[in-house]
């Protein structure tokens, strides 16, 4: 999503090429993937978020609804 934002092309992201990006061995063009991938995931992410909460809300409520008896003294 970051890279049809910015109107990059794809590359993609690897474990090695992670690992080269936090040791400081990596080429410009990884930082700018992990970059892309960074700003696909903050804009993804409140959309993500609110639909994981508008599925979830009524599934908890129906659970603590049928698990939520009075307790005894």
């Known amino acids: 999503m970051g890279e049809a934002v910015t ?23 990884v930082v700018l993937s992990i970059v892309h991938a ?6 993804a992410a409140p959309f993500v978020l609110g639909a994981l909460y508008t599925v979830s809300l009524p599934c908890f409520k129906i659970l603590v609804d049928r698990f939520s008896g009075t307790l005894s003294a």
């Open 7 to 29: 109107g990059s092309g794809h590359s993609p992201l690897t474990a090695d090429a992670l690992k080269n990006v936090l040791t400081g061995h990596a080429s410009n063009d």
């Open 38 to 43: 960074m700003l696909g995931w903050l804009i």
